[in-house]
């Protein structure tokens, strides 16, 4: 869609993929109310959004709650309004199925760490929301692409996580909850997941304050829980 990708740069974002709704398929309301058509995922690949966010945070007289979510919504919300979109995010409720969206929009499939392994982002990307459309869109559909957890031969990731949380089988996240909660978490506190962390795709890694603002929201995140 002519604009909209330039749109999104401006902040630091890139389209994430899409795809349309199939005739009879399930899909939330666009932006007329009736089932959208089509949806592009909107999100980030390294640390393209951290300056954007910053300098929006820093201008902030009082930082909201959540100002991740408050920035997302804020950004892609103006877009969507741009261009006769409906926008929908991956931390509000009703929840949708954005795993699921953007295993099917990009191809991508779950690394041990749960977290969707990126060819060119390795685990360093995150998706900040979705634009919903009341027509189809042209949307380039992904080509198989390589997953490099079969590639990998040392699988740090699981080597590397100290609660043993990181297993071929699946990633236990009450277990990793009980060890960022307990006083031997505090390595996985202070520099973040040391299991992400232990990666050789590490080319678009976050940086250190980046990094931390993630862990100390995860932190936040299981003592509401």
Same mark, same amino acid.
């Given at each position: ?152 031969? !040392? ?5 590397? *996580? @100290?609660?043993? $949380?990181?297993?071929?089988? %699946?990633?236990? =996240? ?17 520099? !973040? ?5 232990? *990666? @050789?795709?590490? $080319?678009?890694?976050?940086? %250190?304050?980046? =990094? ?14």
């Amino acid at each position: 869609m002519t604009g909209l990708e330039d749109a999104l740069a401006q902040r630091g974002l890139i389209p994430r993929g899409g795809f349309v709704f199939a005739e009879g398929e399930a899909a939330p309301p666009g932006p007329s109310g009736t089932p959208a058509r089509s949806v592009m995922l909107v999100g980030h690949g390294g640390g393209t959004i951290w300056p954007h966010f910053t300098a929006w945070l820093d201008a902030e007289a009082e930082p909201p709650a959540d100002p991740l979510d408050a920035w997302s919504r804020e950004i892609i919300g103006g877009i969507a309004d741009r261009f006769a979109a409906r926008a929908v995010y991956p931390f509000e409720k009703p929840w949708l199925p954005f795993q699921q969206w953007a295993t099917r929009a990009e191809g991508l499939r779950p690394s041990p760490l749960g977290i969707l392994m990126h060819p060119r982002f390795g685990l360093w990307h995150a998706y900040r929301g979705a634009l919903l459309f009341d027509v189809e869109i042209p949307i380039q559909q992904p080509a198989n692409p390589i997953h490099l957890c079969d590639l990998c031969a !040392g699988k740090d990731c699981m080597k590397s *996580c @100290p609660a043993e $949380a990181v297993s071929s089988a %699946d990633f236990d =996240a009450k277990t990793c909850a009980s060890w960022l909660r307990s006083g031997a978490g505090e390595r996985c506190r202070s520099g !973040g997941c040391l299991a992400r962390a232990a *990666c @050789p795709h590490d $080319a678009y890694r976050y940086g %250190d304050a980046q =990094a931390g603002f993630h862990m100390a929201a995860r932190i936040r995140s299981l003592e509401e829980t």
